[in-house]
């Protein structure tokens, strides 16, 4: 039996906040049902839930933000591809330093539903990248974090005289979300993590919020049960503090977290020229971008909001804003595009748990996603009548919350950003076609390994034809759509170093795993 006066609390609770309907079926639940909804009532304030709903809306009908918005300042974004040799070396080598020093773990943001891919599994076990090795992204990330550590460790023998030092170690801390844990954990379980160490590879979730309808009025997932979603990338930052991370971060002498998307197939991850960028500038975040292709490219910018960084997304930028020019140069205005690609400092992500939990500050970072929400439909149900039928909408019907990863960027006290050069850096999984799918993954991963054995001196061959970059790139000759099926393991090469034996030598295009698989 349910104790009275709590049941009678909390329906009190949400009668007064205008959510009563969603007890309409309590009387015909079960005693276990009735407790496990309470349960989930209990750790809501629907009074805090409405009035984020109404900020949140509020938010995104104002405009007139725009009129205090400035492009960042070309002095505050630094270009790999402009700086100078020495200095490159130089934050390479503050960066492998921290490496070396273990002060340095990677942060993956994987709780997302990745709905416009489509798939049913969690992107990072997404099996139709269609790359030559069959692999997934989370297999290419683990397999990068792998040759990592053994460069930073080979460093450090070199750097000590010590022929067999202690291994270095890069933590892979993996945020996921009640969408995404059971199956991104057993997917890595069963893969043996793909060679990495399991001690050092850490999971924790990002909460979520309920979803409300498009009359503010929250869905019901179940009888007994509110819809709740994912609380957005944003969520990691609660998260990282409430799960405990934060203190094993500490634990570890970690100083430095790079945090990334799971769906970029070319990130380089705990990049020593980005780490050590964020050291040089004492930057609390650093944020990587690229050049934005063209005005209405997806991707959001980082610009100044009365003087204070602002990540603008695409969706909210007035588009004759987004088409503004530079006259002298002919580049966007609005350029620096983000790649969901930062450095913190774990001393920045300290701070931030005591400034989010002043409700005001949480109030602030929500934002609206008109999204297709399954739910039960209480003007269709008897509130005793049969077990629940869920509507699955085919169009948005609802609103679900999400807090942005760099809506903390303002509260930096130092803030620093690297333009990278996106053939580099800059391949996301975001469509299953067109702009941003896996064919362009695929594409832009080959062709970045195929440069890479040009740099070296060699020439990838497909029967005894010469692949040139330069050829793939010749649209005339339809050769963009026809990969070549080359690719180099990660534990071949992380980033075009070591492929001095590919000197003159013509390499089969073909996916190469070791270098037996490379008929020299
Ligand atoms: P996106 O905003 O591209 O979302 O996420 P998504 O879920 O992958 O794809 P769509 O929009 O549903 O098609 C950028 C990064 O943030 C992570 C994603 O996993 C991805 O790495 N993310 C997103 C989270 O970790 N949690 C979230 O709640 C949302």
Same mark, same amino acid.
């Given at each position: 039996?349910?104790?009275?006066a709590?049941v009678?609390?909390?329906h009190r609770?949400?009668?007064?906040?205008?959510?009563?309907?969603i @007890?309409?079926?309590?009387?015909?639940?079960s005693?276990?049902e009735?407790?496990?909804? @309470?349960?989930?009532? !209990?750790?809501i304030? =629907?009074n805090?839930?409405?009035?984020?709903?109404?900020?949140?809306?509020?938010?995104?009908?104002n405009?007139s933000?725009f009129?205090? +918005?400035?492009?960042?300042?070309s002095?505050?974004?630094r270009?790999?591809?402009?700086a100078t040799?020495?200095e490159?070396?130089?934050? &390479?080598r503050?960066?492998? !330093?921290?490496? &070396?020093?273990q002060?340095?773990?990677?942060?993956?943001m994987?709780g997302?539903q990745?709905?416009?891919?489509?798939?049913?599994?969690?992107?990072?076990?997404?099996?139709? @990248?269609?790359?030559?090795?069959r692999?997934t992204l989370?297999?290419i990330?683990?397999?990068r974090?792998?040759?990592?550590?053994?460069?930073?460790?080979?460093?450090?023998?070199?750097?000590t005289?010590?022929?067999?030092p202690k291994t270095i170690v890069?933590?892979?801390?993996i945020?996921?979300s009640?969408? #995404?844990r059971?199956?991104?954990?057993?997917f890595?379980?069963d893969?043996a993590?793909?060679?990495?160490?399991?001690?050092h590879v850490?999971?924790?979730?990002?909460?979520?919020? =309920?979803c409300?309808?498009? *009359?503010g009025k929250?869905?019901?997932?179940?009888? *007994?049960?509110?819809?709740?979603?994912?609380n957005?990338?944003g969520? +990691?930052?609660w998260?990282?503090?409430k799960?405990g991370i934060l203190?094993?971060? &500490?634990?570890?002498g970690v100083?430095y977290v790079?945090?990334?998307?799971?769906?970029?197939?070319l990130?380089?991850?705990?990049?020593?020229?980005g780490?050590?960028?964020a050291?040089?500038?004492q930057?609390?975040?650093?944020?990587?971008v690229?050049?934005?292709r063209? %005005?209405?490219e997806p991707l959001g910018?980082?610009c100044? +909001?009365a003087?204070?960084?602002?990540?603008v997304e695409?969706?909210e930028?007035?588009?004759?804003l987004a088409?503004?020019q530079?006259?002298?140069?002919?580049e966007l205005?609005?350029n620096?595009?983000?790649?969901?690609?930062?450095?913190?400092?774990?001393?920045?992500?300290?701070r931030? %748990?005591?400034?989010l939990?002043d409700?005001?500050?949480?109030?602030?970072?929500h934002?609206?996603?008109?999204?297709?929400?399954?739910f039960?439909?209480?003007?269709?149900h008897h %509130?005793?009548?049969?077990p629940?039928?869920?509507?699955v909408p085919d169009?948005?019907?609802?609103?679900?919350?999400?807090?942005?990863?760099?809506?903390v960027?303002?509260?930096? !006290?130092r803030?620093?950003?690297?333009?990278v %050069?996106?053939?580099?850096?800059?391949s =996301?999984?975001?469509?299953?076609?067109?702009?941003d799918?896996?064919?362009t993954?695929r594409?832009?991963l080959?062709?970045? *390994?195929v440069?890479?054995?040009?740099?070296a001196?060699?020439r990838?061959v497909?029967?005894n034809?010469?692949q040139?970059e &330069?050829?793939?790139?010749?649209?005339e000759?339809?050769?963009?759509e !026809? =990969?070549l099926?080359?690719?180099?393991?990660p534990a071949i090469?992380l980033?075009?170093e070591? +492929?001095e034996w590919?000197?003159?030598?013509?390499?089969p295009? #073909?996916?190469?795993e #070791? @270098?037996?698989?490379?008929?020299?």
């Amino acid at each position: 039996m349910l104790d009275k006066a709590r049941v009678d609390r909390v329906h009190r609770q949400f009668e007064e906040a205008g959510q009563g309907h969603i @007890l309409y079926f309590w009387d015909s639940l079960s005693l276990a049902e009735q407790e496990s909804f @309470l349960e989930q009532l !209990e750790s809501i304030d =629907p009074n805090v839930l409405n009035s984020i709903l109404d900020h949140a809306m509020a938010a995104s009908r104002n405009k007139s933000y725009f009129n205090n +918005l400035t492009p960042l300042e070309s002095e505050s974004v630094r270009s790999v591809s402009k700086a100078t040799r020495e200095e490159l070396q130089t934050w &390479e080598r503050l960066g492998l !330093e921290a490496i &070396e020093h273990q002060h340095v773990a990677v942060l993956l943001m994987a709780g997302g539903q990745g709905t416009r891919l489509g798939s049913k599994l969690p992107k990072g076990c997404f099996q139709g @990248l269609g790359l030559p090795s069959r692999k997934t992204l989370f297999q290419i990330q683990a397999e990068r974090i792998l040759k990592l550590q053994q460069l930073a460790t080979e460093l450090l023998a070199k750097d000590t005289g010590r022929p067999q030092p202690k291994t270095i170690v890069v933590p892979w801390i993996i945020m996921t979300s009640q969408a #995404t844990r059971r199956v991104t954990e057993s997917f890595l379980k069963d893969n043996a993590y793909f060679g990495l160490d399991p001690q050092h590879v850490i999971f924790f979730d990002q909460g979520v919020i =309920p979803c409300f309808d498009s *009359h503010g009025k929250l869905l019901l997932h179940s009888k *007994h049960m509110l819809a709740t979603a994912p609380n957005g990338n944003g969520g +990691l930052y609660w998260a990282l503090h409430k799960e405990g991370i934060l203190d094993e971060l &500490e634990r570890r002498g970690v100083q430095y977290v790079h945090s990334f998307s799971v769906d970029n197939i070319l990130t380089k991850i705990a990049d020593p020229v980005g780490i050590g960028y964020a050291i040089q500038t004492q930057a609390d975040v650093m944020a990587k971008v690229v050049p934005k292709r063209m %005005p209405e490219e997806p991707l959001g910018v980082i610009c100044r +909001l009365a003087g204070k960084i602002k990540v603008v997304e695409y969706s909210e930028l007035d588009p004759s804003l987004a088409a503004l020019q530079d006259p002298q140069t002919g580049e966007l205005v609005y350029n620096a595009g983000y790649i969901c690609n930062q450095v913190c400092s774990l001393k920045f992500l300290r701070r931030l %748990p005591k400034i989010l939990e002043d409700r005001e500050q949480n109030i602030l970072t929500h934002h609206v996603a008109w999204k297709k929400i399954p739910f039960v439909d209480t003007n269709n149900h008897h %509130p005793q009548g049969a077990p629940e039928h869920l509507t699955v909408p085919d169009r948005p019907n609802g609103v679900k919350l999400e807090m942005f990863v760099f809506d903390v960027f303002p509260l930096a !006290e130092r803030f620093s950003c690297l333009q990278v %050069p996106r053939s580099e850096e800059f391949s =996301p999984v975001k469509n299953a076609r067109g702009l941003d799918s896996p064919e362009t993954a695929r594409r832009d991963l080959e062709k970045l *390994h195929v440069r890479w054995i040009e740099q070296a001196g060699g020439r990838v061959v497909r029967g005894n034809v010469v692949q040139s970059e &330069e050829r793939m790139n010749r649209t005339e000759d339809n050769l963009e759509e !026809e =990969p070549l099926g080359f690719e180099l393991s990660p534990a071949i090469s992380l980033a075009g170093e070591g +492929l001095e034996w590919a000197r003159d030598k013509k390499i089969p295009a #073909t996916s190469i795993e #070791t @270098l037996d698989d490379v008929v020299l």
